[in-house]
């Protein structure tokens, strides 16, 4: 009992940071349509920034706010001089500008860098919390993994429900053309949308560089994983990425835990093929019916 | 208010628009029929800055407009409510309708706006926090014409409101647009396959045949017989 105790606290935490990259594709899918397969190596490239902070003494603090800045900044020029020309062209058009830019940054993140991984400071403790004499896989930095990634969560909520901006976001990505007659500006709505979601790939990078270490193809696995959150949940559903997230998140860690940790990447095919076959469109999926 | 001057749109080889030249006073409401692929929704779109056109001027208010984007000319007064409604569904009723007004800053004036329009249409008041997927057809038709209204244009711009409509829906919003223009002063280009629906509030009708202007006529009552039947069918 003990063990699956502990594996589903270990699973919620790695499951928080599969969702957090699911939440970034999911971000740029909705509005673009686009699937960002250089999202794993946009967050390596902030993830690197921050560790280049730490090294010259910076606080944890100041290098996670580097990050998420440098993120914020990354993902509104990668939109505005690399997407922007392959918007509304054939889907495979930005399958490969996306993928070249993958090579592109880990190319010149092991230039700049070199190719040796890092190993990168947590926020707090990695050693897990006792009760009653028993150790629990969940440690004060699991906690604010879990923290950071619920606040974000609500933060974006927030945004995109409530306020103006989030509406104008919504529109732009639900009805471009429709939006410009209603006088929305839909050229900055995508490039904010970028700009967002590879914020929120910037600090999954943080908060996961403790664990898989900071190298140019490090956190290539966390953009697979997000990526299987993401379908997983539906591609268009941001509640579907969180639930899709901690679903694999907890899967893998029961198959690392009885099974056996050299066959994860396995067990993450066998939880997407399972919910594909149940659900084609992945579990949040609405099928709207749409006058074309 | 709105001059069209030698207007020239194509699609490739096909000439959408040819040489096409209105003008629309202010506060007046235009009919524009004609057949399928007679050019109708290709002169809103063009106007409305979603289509390029190739030769020719468009102005509003005696502002060149022609190669603004959609969204800067919509800025200037001017709505389109597109074929089929153009409501987005997956937006709320209430969300569709705030996005016809967030271009203007007066956030109070806006709130004003939208309590009007649920004035206007009742319905769409009762159903203000279901998605616009839920809709009827002709609520649908309600709120994308409160969602234009709502931005207080000078100018605009209907793309078959009629269709697949039943007939007291369609009197509805005839009413409602004769209003608009009555109160407001708001111009209005109705296009219509619809004609009897159209010429009904219409100052004045233009008929377009293969993308050129075939009649323009000031008097809607004195529709040729002829014409009637060669262009607009009844």
Redesign the interface.
């Known amino acids: 009992m003990v063990r699956f105790l502990n594996l589903t606290l270990s699973g919620v935490t790695s499951g928080m940071v599969f969702a957090t990259v699911a939440l970034a594709l999911v971000l740029i899918w909705r509005a673009t349509r686009i699937v960002n397969f250089a999202q794993g190596a946009m967050l390596m490239v902030t993830t690197f920034l921050a560790w280049t902070v730490v090294q010259h003494g910076g606080s944890y603090w100041v290098a996670l706010a580097v990050a998420l800045a440098a993120g914020l900044v990354l993902g509104a020029v990668v939109e505005r001089i690399v997407i922007r020309p392959v918007e509304n062209k054939p889907p495979l058009n930005a399958v490969i500008v996306t993928l070249g830019l993958f090579v592109l940054l880990e190319a010149g993140a092991g230039m700049i860098w070199g190719n040796q991984p890092h190993s990168y400071p947590p926020a707090f403790t990695i050693k897990g919390f006792t009760v009653g004499g028993t150790r629990l896989l969940l440690s004060p930095f699991d906690l604010f993994v879990i923290g950071a990634v619920a606040m974000v969560m609500v933060v974006l909520t927030v945004l995109f429900r409530r306020t103006?901006v989030g509406?104008?976001l919504?529109?732009a990505a639900?009805?471009p053309?429709?939006?410009?007659?209603?006088?929305?500006?839909?050229g900055r709505m995508l490039t904010l949308g970028w700009a967002l979601a590879s914020l929120v790939g910037a600090l999954a990078g943080v908060l996961i560089a403790p664990s898989v270490f900071v190298g140019p193809s490090q956190f290539d696995s966390i953009l697979v994983f997000g990526f299987t959150a993401a379908v997983i949940g539906g591609l268009d559903s941001p509640i579907g990425a969180v639930v899709g997230g901690l679903l694999l998140g907890c899967a893998l860690s029961y198959v690392s835990g009885y099974l056996s940790s050299d066959i994860v990447t396995l067990g993450a095919f066998a939880v997407l093929i399972a919910v594909l076959m149940v659900r084609p469109n992945g579990l949040f999926a609405v099928t709207?019916?749409?006058?074309v | 208010m709105l001059e069209i001057k030698d207007l020239v749109v194509t699609y490739g080889a096909v000439r959408a628009l040819d040489r096409v030249s209105i003008e629309m006073p202010a506060g007046s409401i235009t009919a524009v029929l004609g057949a399928n692929g007679a050019g109708k929704s290709t002169l809103l779109r063009t106007v409305s800055g979603l289509v390029r056109s190739r030769a020719g001027q468009i102005t509003v208010d005696g502002r060149d407009v022609g190669r603004l984007p959609a969204e800067e000319i919509t800025r200037l007064g001017v709505a389109h409510v597109p074929e089929n409604s153009g409501v987005i569904l997956e937006l709320t009723v209430a969300e569709n309708l705030r996005l016809g007004g967030l271009w203007r800053r007066d956030k109070a004036a806006l709130q004003q706006q939208i309590a009007a329009m649920y004035e206007l249409f009742p319905l769409l008041a009762e159903r203000r926090g279901r998605v616009a997927a839920t809709l009827s057809g002709g609520e649908r038709q309600m709120l994308a014409l409160g969602r234009a209204l709502v931005g207080r244009p000078r100018l605009l711009l209907v793309d078959e409101p009629s269709l697949g409509l039943a007939p007291r829906v369609v009197a509805q919003l005839m009413g409602v647009l004769r209003r608009q223009r009555d109160e407001h002063g708001l111009t209005v280009v109705l296009v219509e396959q619809n004609a009897r629906s159209a010429l009904s509030i219409a100052d004045r009708a233009i008929v377009l045949n293969l993308g050129a202007v075939a009649a323009d006529l000031d008097q809607t009552e004195a529709v040729d017989e002829r014409l009637r039947h060669a262009y607009l069918g009844f």
């Open positions: 103006d509406l104008k919504r529109s639900f009805a053309e429709v939006s410009r007659l209603l006088g929305v500006r839909v709207t019916g749409r006058r």
